[in-house]
Structure formats: structure tokens, C-alpha cells
């Protein structure tokens, strides 16, 4: 009778989708002792034979760790002591830090991507170990594309881990030169910036789409959320950020090339406000 192969013990560390797609997939060829809060990363792995929850960081006794949406810059002593290894959502060495695959699209570039790479203590740093590419089609959201990235890792990160552990693959060094650094988004990074063009609005409503916070404006010191947006082009120069027009199509507020149209505007508890409620001639996020 053919024995079945021992899983390799492997640690993780993570929360939220990508840790999830990361768990589906690294099940498949390891036991994997976890540390997390993500429940949903919990009901991945309960029913794994030898899987096992730990409570803290440093009571991995694992040779290798995963991490994966991990937020926190890992203790160099971590390091020291296991191999750790990172799955980013962005070619590396470009857009190392937060919220990566939002700032990919905020900055019109042509390849959308991820890494796995072996972690140092400083900010995504580290040898690469394996990197893919999704061609940025300029319509689809962020959302759709985390969906795509998450959809690959939840197939594929555990040969990928395995053939690094077998010497099949051999991390090769970023170059720093062509690194860059980006931070984690909050409100302030949601609102539109009418001194901006529409293309680089048309970006942003790519990234703020559910499950993602909407894009946001401010009028008389209060936020508002903006549901739908269109675009109206025009050379016409006149004062950005003013409400110069409300008609059924919406408020139409002067941006940097023309007007952006707001409509199904909510306030912060989710209460319709109609486009009455604004006044011709005021401005918007100035205060």
C-alpha cells in the first residue's frame, strides 16, 4: 500500500481576503500552524489535521513563515530566527507598502501585479521569489483586480512555496534604485480633487468601489458619499471646486478639464440627499 507523503509544517500570519486566498491554497501542501484574527482564515484551516493556532508571533517553532496582509514591520530578531516570506500585491520593488494595488491604478500603470518574496525587517524588502503580472485594462476597479490577484494565490502560492523549499526556484535581489513607497489610504485620500484632471478622478472611482469606501466630498464642514459620478470634458476656464450647475443629471462642480457630475449622494449615515440640498455658486472640500 502506497503511504500518503508527510505535509511539511509551515507558520502563518495574516488577516483578511489575501490571507484567506494564501490559506486555501497552502493547505494543499502544508500543515500549517497559524496565527490570526480573521475568522474566516480560522474556518479554512480547523479542519486541517495537525493544523494548529498559536497566540503569538514568536511561538512559531516552524522554519518558515507566511505572511500574508500583515501590516507591521516584523521584529529583526524574527528574521534572525526563521525564513519569512511575504506575499505583496505589487512587482516589487515598485509601490512597497500599504494599500498597493489602489495606488497602481491612482497612478495609471500599465502592469498591475504581486510578489512573494523573503522578508528583512524593512518595508517589503527582500529577495523575490516569484512575481506575476495582470495587464491593466483602465475600466475595471480595484476590487476586480484584488479579486484576480487573490484568485491566483488561492491556486498556486503552495507550489510555489514548495518549489522554493525544493531549491526550484532562486530569489533574486530588487533593485532599490527602482523602488518606491507608498502609504495606507484613509477618508482624506477618498475625497475628489477637483484641481485634478478627470482621468485621474476617472483612477480614483476605480479604487473606492464597494467593498471600498465611496468617494467622498466635503460641503459646509460635513462628508458626504457620491454613489455615481459622471464626467462632462470642457476647456472652459472658471473656478475649480465651485457648483456651477443642478439639473436631473446631477450637481456639476468645475474640476481641471471640465465638470465632474455628482449624483445618489448619501450623508455619513447612509441618507439620501438631494441635489437641492446643494447651492449654486458654493464650493466643495474648501474648509
Keep these: 500500500m502506497k503511504k500518503n507523503k508527510i505535509k511539511k509544517t509551515i507558520g502563518f500570519v495574516g488577516n483578511g481576503w489575501g490571507a484567506v486566498a494564501a490559506v486555501q491554497s497552502l493547505k494543499e501542501n502544508f500543515v500549517l500552524h497559524y496565527l490570526t484574527k480573521d475568522k474566516k482564515v480560522v474556518d479554512e484551516l480547523t479542519s486541517q489535521k495537525g493544523s ?3 497566540d503569538n508571533i514568536n511561538d512559531f517553532q516552524s522554519e518558515i513563515i507566511i505572511f500574508a496582509g500583515y501590516t507591521l514591520i516584523v521584529d529583526p530578531k524574527l528574521v534572525s530566527k526563521h525564513t519569512l516570506i511575504n506575499i505583496h500585491y505589487s512587482l516589487l520593488p515598485k509601490y512597497r507598502g500599504l494599500h498597493s494595488t489602489a495606488w497602481e491604478i491612482i497612478n495609471g500603470e500599465e502592469e498591475l501585479g504581486l510578489s512573494v518574496h523573503v522578508m528583512t525587517s524593512f518595508i517589503d524588502d527582500g529577495p523575490i521569489i516569484f512575481q506575476k503580472s495582470f495587464k491593466n485594462d483602465h475600466i475595471s476597479t480595484a476590487t476586480y483586480f484584488m ?5 491566483f494565490i488561492s491556486k498556486n502560492l503552495g507550489d510555489i512555496i514548495m518549489k522554493y523549499i525544493n531549491n526550484e526556484i532562486i530569489p533574486f535581489e530588487q533593485d532599490k534604485k527602482e523602488a518606491s513607497w507608498v ?3 484613509g477618508h482624506m485620500h477618498n475625497l475628489i480633487d477637483f484641481n485634478k484632471k478627470i ?13 471600498y469606501p465611496y468617494p467622498r466630498i466635503k460641503y459646509k464642514s460635513f462628508f458626504y458619499n457620491v454613489k455615481e459620478i459622471k464626467f462632462h ?15 436631473d443629471e446631477g450637481v456639476w462642480v468645475k474640476n481641471k478639464g471640465g465638470y465632474i ?7 455619513e449615515k447612509n441618507e439620501a440627499v438631494p441635489s437641492s440640498f446643494f447651492k449654486i455658486g458654493n464650493y466643495l472640500n474648501n474648509d
Design 183 to 185: 502609504g495606507k489610504r
Design 199 to 211: 482621468d485621474y478622478n476617472k483612477r480614483l472611482l476605480r479604487v473606492l468601489s464597494p467593498p
Design 261 to 267: 457630475i455628482l449624483k445618489n449622494i448619501y450623508n
Design 233 to 247: 470634458k470642457s476647456s472652459i476656464k472658471t473656478d475649480i471646486g465651485r457648483i456651477l450647475n443642478i439639473d
Design 52 to 54: 494548529l493556532k498559536v
Design 147 to 151: 479579486k484576480i490577484k487573490n484568485k
